[in-house]
């Protein structure tokens, strides 16, 4: 296929098509919009299930990508659009952080922070703030866009996501109670106060008030009285970043403590790749599926 | 994972395990070799499922990928693992062409000739003969390679691919009666006696003579009297190469004239790229499973 054009919603938010895809009987689409939030172009992929042609509004399951991705990575090799179909599920894939000209990026280029590495924070430290806005994106611009846009019941909506994209969807459904009918995680970052990943992240955009970094760590904002009402986590035993970076003791303790039915399940030799994620995204949409039904 | 090491058989092929991944309960892997075919390194991907883990000798299908493409494309897109682990098949995806220092490319560095395209035959032409031998190194090196270092059935084999490795299966099991048990394609090059693609292919790398083309044509295989037990063939309606370069009327035609039970799908909406091949791989791989049992 690969349809192109230009759509105009009521609030004048215009959306630009870059490719349509018929897959699995719906639709895999590229969008690009313009985003106030950020400043720049933004990408993002969208599928429609084939029960998206009824004209019905359908659950929509946000997926929120690690290090390095873009949208394209969790489209091209994420494997949900067989059970997305069966279920009737949209599913959503951002960008992981603003890019383009005049962003300014990680000072050595380095993978863990600017491009790339957004972390769903909206920055407060020059020279990030301008454009890294990555909380109010996700959180408010496109989730407006998509319900204008797409065939979405914004009533039914859960999250998922992958390391920092994990981190994401947690933090984002812990910060937004009630929003999210359903949150999931793929070998998610637990507490970014407790690993290097974090640690450079949050420092790097929102300067060095640990007390501000707890709105955007998962185990601190249980710890403060944030709650969900059930995790599911799957989390590879042979991913090299568990000990060190992810640490789902971490979000255990803190479920524990707040009594959050969490079910975290090792899954032995499976590493931090996609061969892990696609492994798992079939019991992971099922279980939104099963949570955003009705 | 990503297990690296080198493993040598009884006749003295050696394999460089360049990854290994856990998926789907089996391993994704992915090999290199010295081939004395190609006279280069080669790269291919096998996917054990778990059923290899009892030590049992598992069937093989073979998926040939198309134009551009390396063994990478379907290992990371084809979304053949889920069908595979279920059904207890061995996956092998090689590369489409030689590759590295010396090996000669199309002249003006197009697509569809050269590196990326080796389109499945022993070149006789300078300079392309003394690498271009995809032929040979799909029919004859790699399965012994295979046989050796995997727990592959070779009793057990079936035969898939896509666009330019549609018609490498297609033709490689018509030249080879009884070894291919079960044989598919995802929108093949039907003839490249009577296509842009395939004309450009095997005059650059067979000559002038079209006689001796029709080795590489499935069309005129079966005209000549190949045969093959039956075929499933998926299509996409939406496919930009339909009308000018795949031509399933040409092959659908040959086969109603030989009595080949073909079982031709037209698929509405579809395209040429990976959408629409993972959207069926399930049906293709459940089909060749049903043919390789017991």
Redesign the interface.
């Known amino acids: ?2 349809g192109q054009g230009r759509s105009q919603g009521q609030t004048g938010m215009t959306i630009e098509t870059i490719s349509t ?5 719906g639709v ?1 689409g590229v969008y690009r919009h313009a985003s106030r939030e950020t400043g720049t172009d933004m990408v993002f992929s969208v599928y429609l299930p084939p029960q998206a042609e009824s004209g019905a509004k359908l659950p929509v399951v946000w997926y929120l990508s690690g290090l390095t991705c873009t949208h394209a990575n969790v489209t ?2 994420g ?1 949900f ?2 059970a997305c179909a069966e279920l009737g599920l949209i599913l959503v894939a951002p960008d992981t952080s603003p890019r383009g000209e005049g962003v300014p990026d990680d000072a050595d280029g380095a993978y863990d922070f600017g491009l790339g590495a957004g972390f769903y924070v909206d920055a407060t430290e020059t020279p990030f703030a301008a454009n890294y806005r990555m909380r109010s994106y996700i959180e408010q611009e496109l989730p407006a866009l998509i319900a204008e846009h797409f065939p979405a019941d914004m009533a039914r909506q859960g999250i998922t996501g992958h390391s920092m994209g994990g981190h994401g969807a947690l933090t984002i459904a812990l910060r937004n109670p009630g929003r999210y009918r359903s949150v999931s995680a793929f070998a998610p970052i637990s507490s970014p106060l407790n690993c290097p990943w974090g640690e450079k992240a949050l420092g790097g955009y929102i300067g060095n008030d640990r007390a501000a970094w707890r709105a955007y760590d998962a185990t601190a904002l249980i710890a403060d009285g944030a709650r969900v009402a059930e995790l599911l986590v799957d989390q ?1 035993g ?1 991913d090299n970043f568990l000990a060190g970076q992810l640490k789902p003791e971490l979000l255990e303790q803190a479920c524990r403590d707040a009594d959050i039915p969490l079910t975290l399940r090792m899954q032995p ?3 931090h ?4 994620i ?2 798992f995204m ?1 019991d992971h949409l099922r279980w939104h599926a099963a949570r955003l039904a009705g």
């Open positions: 296929m690969g895809n018929r897959s699995f009987g895999q091209e090799k494997e659009r067989r590879g042979a030799g499976y590493d790749s996609y061969y892990f696609s492994t079939d």
